[in-house]
Structures are given as C-alpha cells and as structure tokens.
C-alpha cells in the first residue's frame, strides 16, 4: 500500500511541476503581411536566443508557444523582402499579439515577381475552393490576374485585364442593360459575367473598376458545388479579390493620360485608426473620362471604395467594405444581324466593301444611361480553436440601370436597312447574400483533412420601371442617310412619349436560394490527395409581380444535388502534381405546359458534368509554373421541342427536355521568371463546342458565343536589376483569337469575325517611391471586332502615359 501511494504521490508532484511550468509561460501569435497588404504564407520566423523557430501559414498566421517570460527577437525572413527583426516581450500566462509588414528590397523588387504577381503567388487563393489550400494541392484548373501585372500594363479598364487569362474572350462589351448589363465573356464554351466579390454576389450592370482589384480569379468549369447555379456559368465563373487593410500607413497617386481623351486618377491610401493597429481604414478612389475613336461616344465613371478591418482579439476580426461606382456612358455601337432570313453578307470585310462604316456609333452624346451600383459586405472571422475557424459574411449589393438605351438592327427583308431602336430604362437589382462557412484542418487517423461547411443564402430582387422598346428610324446602311443625326434626348422622349407606354414594363422579381455544401480535401498520403464535395440547392422562384396589370404570375421551386470529386498525386512532391476532375453545374429550369396528360413528366434542373485532367508544375524554386488541362463538358436536360401525334393522328406540340450540348477542349498556361528581372506569362486555348441535341435550325452546329475556336496570350517583361539604370524596364505581348462564328443557323447561315493578332507594348522606369509608365495598345492598329450575333468594332492604336507616386 505504501508503495501504491508513493507512486501516486510521485506522479501528482511531477503533474503539478508541469502544470505549473505551463501556468508561468507565455506565448506569441502573430500576422504577416506583405508590403501590398496581402498575407505573407510560409515565412521562416525564427525567435532569438532560442533555436526554436516555425512558418506562417496560408493566412501569414503563425505562433510560438510555452516561452519563457522576457524579451525575445523575432527574425523574419522570405526571399526577395527584407529580413525583419521585431523585439516581443513575453509574460507568463499571456499572449503577446504582434503584425510584421514585409518590404520588398530594390534590390530584388522584380526578382520576386511571377506572372505579374508577388512571389506569394496569389493561386493560393482562400476563395477558389473556400478551403486554404495551395495550387497544387487543388484538382482543378484556374486563373489568376495580379494588381502587379495590371499596373505593369498601364490597364485602366477591366475588359483589359482578362486578356491575361488563357481561354477567355470577350463577346459583349457592357451595355447597362438591367439584369444582365455588364460585359459577357466566352468561356470552355459558354458566356459568363463577373457577378462575384471575394466569393459572394457582386453584380453590376456597368464595369467593374480595376483599382479596387487585387486579383482577377477566374475559376474554370461547372462550380455549382460551391458557387450554386444563381450567378455563374457551365463555363465557370468569374470572382473580383479587392485590396484589404494592412497594418502600416501607405498608399500611391496615379494619373494617366491616353487616346480618345482617356484621363483618369487614382488613388490609394492606408491608415491605422490607433496605436496597436488593431483599426486599419484603406480607401480606394478613381474618375475617369473617355471618348470613342467612333463619330459620338463617351463614358465617365466615378469609383470610390472605403474598407475597415478591425481586430477585436487575437480570435475575431471584422472587415468592413462598401463601394460606391457610377458610371454614365453612351452605348457601345453593336450592329444586331438578322435572324430570321440568310445573310447577305458573312464577314465585316463583306460589309466594308459594300459601303458600310464600322466608325459610325448610331448614336449622340446625349443619348447616355447610368448604371449606379453599391456594394456592402461585412466578414467576421473567428479562431475557435487550433483546428477550427469560422467566417460569417453578409453581402448586400443594389445595381441601377438608368436612362436610354439604344441599339441598331437588320430587320428587313434584305441586309440593307438598320432599324434604330431606343428606350428609357429605370431597374434596379439588389442581391442579399449570407454565407456561414466553418472550416476544420485536423487528422483523422495519420490522414489530414481540411473540411469547410458551409451555409448559403442569396436573395436576388428585380424592380422594372421601363418604357417600350420604341423603333426611332430606318436608315439606309450603306449610304449616308440624312435622317442619321435625328436621334438625340428630346426627339427619343418625344418618340417614347407617343407609345403610350403599350409594351412597358413595371414590376417586380423576387427568388430566393438556400443552399448548404460541404467539401473535404483528404491527404491519404502526403502525396496523393482526394477531395469530395456536394452541395444541396433549394430555388424558390416568386410569380412576377406586374404593377401594370395588377397581376401576380405564378412561381415555382426546385431542388437540386451538385457533387465534385478530385484527385492530386505529386509526382515530385511540391513540384509536380497530376489532377483529375469531375465537377458539376446546373440551371434552375421553370415548369411547362403540357397539352395531354399522357405528356407531363417531372422537369429537372440542366446539368453540366465536367471530367478534366491534366498537370500543375511549380520548378525551379517557383520560377517555372504550368498548368495544362484537357476538359470535357456535356450539359443535359436542355428545352427542346418536340411533337408528339396521338392515335387519331393529332399533333401536339410540347418541350422535352432532350437537348444536348457538349464543350471539350485543351488549355495550357505558362508562368516563367528565368532570369533575374524576366518575366513570362503565356497561354493557349483550344475548344470544341456542339449542340448534338438541338432544335433542327441548330443541331449539329457550333453555339454562338461560344467565342473562338483557337486562343493564345503572351507577356514578357524584363527589368534592370541593378546598375544606373536600375528600375528601367519594358514589356511586350498580345492576344490570338481564331475565327469566331458570331451567328449560325441552318436559316442564317454564319457570319464569321476574322482571326486577329494584337500587339502591345510598354516601358516604365519603377522605383521604390515612383512609377512612369507609357503603353501602346494595338500596335499595328490592327482592325477587329468581337460579337455574339452581333459585330462590334474595337479599338485602334492608342498611347497612354502614366505616373505614380507612392508614399
């Protein structure tokens, strides 16, 4: 007995020392950013006169536990920034919270650059997969355009600044039309819009300014496991990453000058609110003024976006962020092809030589719309634990579309007569958004997992207070019509007034979606990663409210499953991975009529299925990054009418949902920086596209707006290192785009946009407190044109100039 319990006793002692030991040491958590404000990942921190040390995670988080009481120095270090040492007093029983800011050495300012982005390499992106995970541990093929690559190009427009990513091209500049007015791209084969900011709603019916922008993701392929099917594409989606606070006082001044009265301004400042940092405000500002090449055009915008970031404890942050953008702009020129008779002609070249002037704009400067847009978001992220951290986002959002819109089209019985239409709109669309997403790291087994849940709500709401369409004048297309200069503000009202408003519409659109996902990514090695997600969608679609005619139309709601698998190996762990793919989208599709009971069956939302593969390499201490994919879509339950003829020989006409359409393609990009002070961003872009099941004035034919068969994309920029003329630089790329067949039907024929090659050049002296730039766009002012069933001209030769200083 005696025994027994002097070994109880023994180890009651020896639990009390180390208890007591623990109760009498400190700890250290700390933030990393770098000298733009972005998290600082896998920073070597090591703390002095220990040997102890540890890396920052994806976040810049990191921590040093059981220290003794004292004073320590920190000693942080990644390459290409300057070493920083920080002296952290520690006490027993405390945490000592401190934030580091990195700085960029001249020496090596451009060393640190990979396509265009600081060597954090801005892949590892928090909102690809909502999980923090790296490039090469995510099964799936994305995109990402850097505020150091747009700076680099002089961009001072967001049509601009995705020519940088492989496999994507603009079809529609933005027409501020409600709903839907902001610019459309082709992408694997279908149009998309930037309808996201920092992964929730963000739409617009204007353009979205880049100065707010630090980085442009594009997310390729059907995302409705994640993304939902309200705001995005089959073809993926398109996701705006804004600047935050950082922790130090800093921020630029820019102004640039250009072609076709481009002048803008911009500025960007950051303040902490007191002494600790712990309230940081960054406000982001930029107006801008422009003209056309064409005979009447102009835009101005005005772009102002305040965001506060405020640490409440070493557990809670909040981020507050609102933008204010307007924008006030003629209509881009769009001449609409016929769709109801063949073609007489099926190229621009055609039409020029027949007398057609692509330079006319069918319009006057006061014939403008206005497309006010505010946007709100407010993200707590809370530390539950080492393993477990939650983020609630709440999102709210208003898009306005305001004044006359105004377009031109071949409506005759020949191509030879453009009808010019105008009407006043007045439709607002707000979103609601609220995402509560809980995302683990933790080990099941030897196995690691990092798992988010996440819950989803969006409310989209559309209120119409516009007039009808209303038909101005026909003008001869080809000749000089004298009735050309008619149209202006006072004849459009007059115009409008006398439609008596028969084909207006007042009213009102309301849906809601509920949604909630889950998404694992398992290590079963330490090379061979598998991640599974699925994603449960409750639509609820409201009867259109008609204040016109005092009705309520009838609304209806649908379920859908959305499931996405990945696989990763590492061939050569953090070098080289293989990845494959499934991922799934779908689309909400409304009830039908059914003209006998014998015909009903139960709609189903489209699906599009996607398999992918393809390979990630990050060599040569990240100096050469790749990515090349092959992807395979098929999009099913499509509309398709059918007939069906009863047994007394009756015919019915009703829809199936028997429509088919398929995308496959290839995609390579290629990131370099081989030599000190060089940088290489490339890419290539091959797509099929086909409608297999279709109606029979479509089947079998490549889909309009599926954009180019063939794309490609360079940009090589080298800068002095060091020397007299240290900062001096200069840059050289450009954009391929294939054919692209613009209308295609078996009634119409095609109308196809030649292939075109446009080059740019810039140079620029950077140094630590300045910037100059000059950039000149297109330049062999190349004639070419974009469209989707419609030809718009795009812009020659420009020279832009730029300066900025920072401080």
């Not at 690809?128 to 790296?134: G, H, S």
């Not at 640039?256 to 009265?261: D, I, K, L, M, V």
């Not at 006072?490 to 809601?512: F, V």
């Not at 794309?711 to 391929?736: D, E, I, R």
Request: charged content about 15%; overall charge positive.
């Amino acid at each position: 007995m005696l025994r027994k319990l002097t070994g109880i006793l023994t180890l009651l002692i020896a639990f009390c020392a180390v208890a007591s030991a623990q109760t009498h040491t400190g700890s250290i958590k700390g933030t990393i950013v770098t000298n733009d404000g972005q998290p600082g990942p896998f920073v070597s921190v090591q703390i002095k006169p220990t040997d102890r040390g540890t890396v920052s995670n994806e976040k810049g988080e990191f921590s040093l536990r059981k220290l003794e009481p004292g004073t320590y120095t920190l000693y942080i270090s990644m390459m290409g920034y300057e070493t920083t040492e920080q002296a952290v007093q520690v006490d027993a029983n405390k945490t000592t919270t401190v934030s580091i800011r990195l700085n960029v050495t001249d020496k090596q300012l451009d060393e640190v650059t990979v396509v265009g982005t600081q060597k954090k390499d801005p892949k590892n992106s928090q909102y690809i997969a909502k999980l923090p995970i790296k490039n090469l541990e995510n099964p799936q093929a994305y995109a990402v355009v850097g505020t150091a690559l747009m700076k680099e190009q002089v961009i001072t427009n967001f049509d601009d600044a995705i020519k940088n990513v492989p496999g994507i091209s603009k079809v529609w500049s933005s027409t501020g039309r409600p709903a839907d007015g902001a610019g459309y791209f082709a992408l694997r084969g279908f149009t998309v819009q930037p309808t996201m900011i920092n992964g929730i709603a963000g739409v617009t019916n204007g353009v979205n300014d880049p100065a707010y922008i630090e980085n442009l993701e594009v997310i390729k392929g059907p995302s409705g496991t994640l993304y939902g099917s309200s705001l995005i594409s089959f073809g993926g989606l398109i996701n705006l990453v804004t600047k935050k606070p950082y922790d130090n006082f800093g921020g630029e001044i820019s102004y640039t000058a250009g072609g076709y009265g481009l002048n803008r301004v911009s500025g960007d400042i950051n303040v902490p609110l007191n002494g600790d940092k712990s309230a940081v405000l960054r406000t982001i500002a930029a107006y801008t003024t422009e003209s056309t090449w064409q005979d009447a055009g102009l835009r101005k915008s005005m772009f102002f976006a305040p965001s506060l970031k405020y640490r409440v404890n070493d557990k809670l942050t909040m981020n507050f962020s609102t933008i204010f953008n307007t924008m006030e702009s003629t209509n881009v020129p769009m001449i609409f092809l016929s769709r109801s008779h063949k073609l007489q002609y099926n190229t621009p070249e055609q039409m020029v030589k027949a007398g057609f002037n692509f330079n006319k704009s069918y319009t006057m400067n006061d014939i403008t719309y206005k497309t006010p847009t505010i946007s709100l978001q407010a993200t707590a992220d809370y530390k539950i634990s080492d393993k477990w951290t939650s983020q609630t986002v709440v999102g709210r959002n208003s898009a306005t579309s305001k004044g006359y819109y105004s377009y031109v089209m071949f409506l005759g019985a020949k191509d030879d007569t453009l009808n010019r239409y105008v009407y006043q709109q007045n439709s607002t669309t707000i979103s609601t958004n609220i995402q509560q997403n809980f995302t683990g790291d933790f080990k099941i087994g030897n196995m690691r997992n990092r798992l988010v849940f996440g819950l989803d709500f969006l409310h989209l709401q559309q209120t119409d207070d516009n007039s009808p369409y209303v038909m101005f004048d026909r003008l001869d297309a080809f000749k000089n019509d004298p009735n050309y200069n008619k149209l202006n503000r006072q004849a459009a009202d007059a115009k409008i007034a006398a439609s008596e408003n028969k084909g207006a519409t007042r009213g009102q659109r309301n849906n809601y979606t509920y949604s909630a996902y889950i998404s694992d990514v398992l290590n079963v090695t330490d090379r061979l990663l598998a991640m599974a997600s699925l994603r449960v969608d409750y639509y609820d679609l409201k009867g259109y409210k008609d204040y016109i005619n005092q009705t309520t139309g009838t609304g209806y709601n649908q379920v859908a499953l959305s499931p996405k698998f990945g696989l990763i190996y590492q061939v050569v762990k953090d070098r080289v991975s293989l990845f494959a793919n499934y991922m799934n989208g779908f689309k909400n599709v409304a009830p039908q009529t059914f003209p006998l009971p014998e015909l009903q069956y139960t709609i189903k939302p489209q699906q599009a299925n996607q398999w992918e593969g393809g390979v990630k390499t990050e060599l040569a201490n990240g100096k050469l990054n790749l990515t090349a994919s092959y992807y395979d879509i098929k999009v099913n339950n499509i509309l398709l009418p059918a007939t069906y003829v009863a047994p007394d020989g009756q015919s019915y006409n009703y829809n199936s949902q028997g429509g088919v359409q398929t995308s496959r393609g290839f995609e390579l990009e290629v990131g370099a920086n081989p030599l000190p002070g060089l940088n290489i961003i490339a890419g290539y872009a091959h797509n099929i596209s086909n409608l297999p099941e279709a109606p029979a004035n479509t089947k079998g034919l490549r889909p309009v707006g599926s954009g180019p068969v063939d794309q490609a994309n360079l940009w090589v920029s080298y800068t002095v290192k060091s020397g007299v003329l240290h900062g001096l630089g200069a840059g050289f790329g450009g954009n391929y785009a294939g054919e692209n067949i613009i209308t295609n039907t078996v009634t119409t024929g095609q109308f196809i946009l030649p292939s075109y090659t446009i080059l740019n050049a810039s140079v620029f002296y950077d140094v630590k407190k300045y910037r100059i730039g000059l950039k000149l766009d297109n330049l062999t002012n190349k004639e070419y044109y974009t469209g989707w069933t419609t030809i718009e001209q795009q812009m020659p030769r420009r020279f832009s100039a730029n300066v900025t200083y920072r401080f």
